[in-house]
């Protein structure tokens, strides 16, 4: 297997309402979308929005209890004041604060806003990462 993520998926209960989000966070969605599913344009990682009910199926799952399912997506960005404005960004669009941008441990800077489906989004800035003009990150060896 390669180590690169082309797709994440994720199961939503209102897709018009998960299309608006992220159309107003400036994902692009992609002309392969159909009524059923949104393909949004991301720099090498894309994100799908899907029923939740199907998505369940195809990934075999037999009992969604809800809840967090032990993941969280994370956006890097430039500098701390990035991570301020991107949670900004997100609460504007309707998704809800769960942490808002703080020092880290670790020494980078980040927060926590949730979509309107519940998604975990950290957007960080972690100095010990440069991210390339596109906004892609390489991880030193």
Same mark, same amino acid.
């Given at each position: 297997?390669?180590?690169?993520? %082309?797709?994440?998926?994720?199961?939503?209960?209102?897709?018009?309402?998960?299309?608006?989000? &992220?159309?107003?966070?400036?994902?692009?969605?992609?002309? !392969?979308? !159909?009524?059923?599913?949104?393909?949004? !344009?991301?720099?090498? =990682?894309?994100?799908?929005?899907?029923?939740?009910?199907?998505?369940?199926?195809?990934? /075999?799952?037999?009992?969604?209890?809800?809840?967090?399912?032990?993941? =969280?997506?994370?956006?890097?960005?430039?500098?701390?004041?990035?991570?301020?404005?991107?949670? =900004? /960004?997100?609460?504007?669009?309707?998704? !809800?604060?769960?942490?808002?941008?703080?020092?880290?441990?670790?020494?980078? &800077?980040?927060?926590?806003?949730?979509?309107?489906?519940?998604?975990?989004?950290?957007?960080?800035?972690?100095?010990?990462?440069?991210?390339?003009?596109?906004? %892609?990150?390489?991880?030193?060896?």
């Amino acid at each position: 297997m390669r180590p690169v993520v %082309t797709l994440l998926t994720l199961g939503v209960t209102d897709l018009p309402r998960a299309r608006a989000f &992220y159309a107003a966070l400036g994902w692009r969605e992609s002309s !392969q979308s !159909q009524e059923s599913i949104a393909f949004l !344009q991301g720099v090498g =990682t894309h994100l799908a929005l899907w029923s939740r009910t199907e998505l369940a199926a195809d990934s /075999e799952v037999t009992h969604d209890a809800g809840g967090w399912g032990g993941i =969280t997506v994370a956006h890097n960005v430039g500098s701390p004041a990035e991570v301020d404005a991107v949670l =900004t /960004e997100a609460v504007a669009a309707g998704g !809800q604060l769960l942490r808002e941008g703080a020092a880290t441990p670790w020494g980078g &800077y980040n927060g926590v806003f949730a979509d309107p489906e519940g998604h975990r989004w950290e957007i960080a800035h972690n100095p010990f990462w440069p991210l390339a003009e596109d906004g %892609t990150s390489q991880l030193p060896d």
